[in-house]
């Protein structure tokens, strides 16, 4: 199984601040079909995840454009451009490319 | 809109069988995927397994034997059942279109 390793387990950060988090893929996650299934989503405290990237830097519909995610084949990050309040929450990245789907550890975005 | 919904019981003896259901609107079965992902009490997400548009499974090696998901298409339902609960098996379970849209979850706790 591909193994997703996220970095770091917990990230602290003030309002405004910009932050990043790291998913490295134990294998290639670039598919034969020429995509690269590796999305990213927030669950905040008592809810469902929600999706917020898909396919590495697709923004999810609804989503505000200060989140952004890069990278390629193995390495992977999710950009918070100015944290604010509500991103508060455990943020998972996720792979489809290969079976079984598998998801990070996560990591927890805790408001300063 | 689309919209999922999980039901089933709370509680499950050990060694018994959970019956779940994940009842759809805003999507067709027949052309979206459905997958059940599950998350015991304060740790990260699981994926179990999926039905395909075209009624083909996948599911996750490790519940393989134990696991089977199917579907009623003139209901807009997708069910899961899994037999031989343990304890480890405590936790909430959700189902989700694609995993882009995700129901609110049940809880499901393993316990005599």
């Known amino acids: 199984d591909v193994v997703l390793t996220q970095t770091p387990p917990t990230l602290s950060a003030t309002i405004g601040q910009s932050v990043s988090i790291s998913c490295r893929s134990s294998?290639?996650?670039?598919?034969?079909?020429?995509?690269?299934?590796l999305n990213w989503l927030l669950q905040r405290p008592g809810q469902s995840p929600q999706l917020l990237i898909y396919?590495?830097?697709n923004l999810e519909s609804g989503v505000p454009n200060r989140f952004s995610g890069s990278g390629s084949e193995t390495d992977f990050t999710l950009k918070i451009s100015g944290v604010e309040a509500e991103d508060l929450g455990v943020y998972y990245c996720?792979?489809?490319?290969?079976?079984?789907?598998?998801f990070g550890s996560g990591t927890k975005l805790e408001i300063k | 809109q689309v919209q999922l919904k999980e039901s089933g019981p709370g509680l499950v003896q050990p060694s018994q069988t959970l019956s779940l259901t994940c009842t759809v609107s805003?999507?067709?079965?027949?052309?979206?995927?459905v997958h059940w992902v599950r998350q015991p009490p304060g740790k990260g997400l699981e994926w179990m397994g999926g039905?395909?548009?075209?009624?083909?499974?996948d599911y996750n090696s490790a519940l393989k034997s134990r696991l089977s998901i199917s579907r009623d298409t003139s209901k807009s339902q997708v069910f899961l059942k899994m037999n031989s609960l343990q304890t480890d098996d405590t936790a909430i379970y959700f189902c989700t279109e694609g995993l882009d849209a995700w129901g609110q979850g049940a809880s499901v706790t393993v316990s005599s």
């Open positions: 805003g999507f067709s079965l027949t052309s979206n995927s």
């Open positions: 039905i395909w548009g075209d009624g083909s499974t």
């Open positions: 996720m792979q489809a490319t290969h079976a079984p789907l598998t």
């Open positions: 396919s590495v830097s």
């Open positions: 294998q290639s996650l670039l598919d034969s079909d020429g995509d690269t299934y």
